[in-house]
């Protein structure tokens, strides 16, 4: 077989992955759905913002909620930015940039979204104040309206307990832009309704995503094998391994980025505290630099003012004296060697999650890679790719 006729079988093996990821096994053809007429979204911050306009594209109202006027204005203008680079670039007309705002309402007022069909929290990553959010919602929500969360990776069941209605409720995991991202993850709770899982799964067709059912775990499918792929390329750090020979490792491969680039691009100080930060990682040492990312112009990468990165000799000295602080041993690594190290955890905690029943199928999981973390589309997906069919 070529490689030309080994390209085609993954492209045409991830096309079909990608609808077959809409069908659910187990589920019957007569279940119906509920209808969804009204939208309400919780939040209006990046992930809020992007998520009304999944809906608002396809002529859905959208109700958005948030605690202060000042953080509404804002969403809404960034939404409005969004349509309106859309209108420059010949792909909206001015007409439909303002129909579309037009569907989007704010409010300060969770009780507004009484008559919504669907409700999507997009909060921080905090189990109390989502649970906090689901019980008022419970108290607000009509009957019968679907209750989901955006969360990467807390536990949709503990979500749905803080409710009287968990069959209502499920994870509806979107990707950041939330507007451009085509992969989302419909996470089903242990005691969400069939009605309700398929009703999430063909509004994500409605709105142009490549719907994927996961089961309840820490990060899902996508955030759980990431996870795992991260933890290697903090590892071959310890070794001596350099940022940029990770990502290059990567890049190389097809990624757009690598886990180095992305951690700059997202900001190193995610979850860091000034305050109690005790150097003992080589990401709060470069915290404590002010080495946190592309928005200081430095992090794992020195950057220019027109964001160009160069490999920082800074770090590099700073992660052969972290090394050799630990007690480690700098080694030499090939490119074929760190990308081995790299994505041989990914295909065995894709394993695991098959054998759970967490994915469905190994082309789900190749879905999710391909349409939510850049795994290049000519592989066929990370499943595929490793011979797991």
């Given at each position: 077989m070529t490689g030309k006729d080994m390209n085609e079988g993954a492209l045409a093996h991830i096309a079909a992955a990608e609808r077959k990821a809409a069908e659910v096994e187990g589920l019957s053809a007569d279940v119906p759905t509920r209808p969804i007429r009204s939208v309400g979204v919780i939040g209006a911050g990046t992930m809020g913002g992007g998520i009304s306009m999944n809906f608002a594209n396809v002529g859905i109202p959208v109700m958005i909620v948030e605690r202060e006027q000042a953080a509404l204005d804002r969403g809404l203008k960034v939404i409005r930015a969004n349509y309106e680079r859309s209108a420059q670039r010949g792909k909206?007309?001015?007409?439909?940039?303002e129909q579309r705002m037009a569907l989007l309402t704010g409010s300060l007022d969770i009780g507004d979204l009484k008559d919504a069909d669907l409700i999507i929290e997009?909060?921080?990553e905090n189990m109390a104040i989502k649970k906090e959010t689901f019980a008022k919602l419970d108290?607000?929500?009509?009957?019968g309206a679907i209750l989901a969360s955006n969360t990467s990776y807390l536990?949709?069941?503990e979500i749905a307990s803080a409710t009287s209605r968990p069959q209502?409720?499920?994870?509806m995991?979107?990707?950041s832009p939330a507007n451009v991202m085509k992969l989302l993850e419909v996470v089903r709770g242990a005691k969400t309704a069939p009605d309700v899982l398929?009703?999430?799964?063909e509004i994500g067709v409605k709105i142009g995503k490549v719907p994927v059912v996961s089961g309840v775990c820490d990060g899902f499918i996508g955030n759980r094998m990431l996870s795992t792929r991260q933890q290697a390329a903090n590892q071959l750090l310890l070794e001596g391994a350099m940022p940029w020979e990770v990502d290059r490792a990567l890049t190389d491969f097809g990624f757009p980025m690598g886990p180095f680039q992305m951690s700059d691009l997202a900001g190193l100080d995610i979850g860091w505290s000034k305050e109690t930060s005790k150097g003992e990682t080589l990401r709060d040492r470069l915290c404590e630099l002010d080495r946190r990312g592309q928005k200081t112009s430095a992090g794992f990468y020195d950057y220019g003012p027109d964001r160009s990165r160069t490999p920082s000799p800074i770090v590099e000295q700073m992660i052969r004296d972290f090394v050799a602080e630990k007690g480690g041993v700098v080694k030499e690594h090939t490119q074929a060697e760190i990308l081995d190290r790299l994505l041989s955890p990914m295909v065995a905690e894709g394993r695991k999650i098959l054998a759970e029943g967490i994915a469905q199928r190994p082309g789900d999981i190749d879905a999710v890679w391909v349409?939510?973390?850049?795994?290049?589309?000519?592989t066929g997906g990370v499943m595929y790719w490793a011979g797991v069919r």
């Open positions: 909206l007309s001015a007409e439909q940039v997009a909060i921080f108290g607000i929500a009509k009957p536990n949709v069941d209502d409720v499920l994870g995991h979107f990707f398929k009703t999430a799964m349409n939510g973390y850049g795994w290049p589309r000519a």
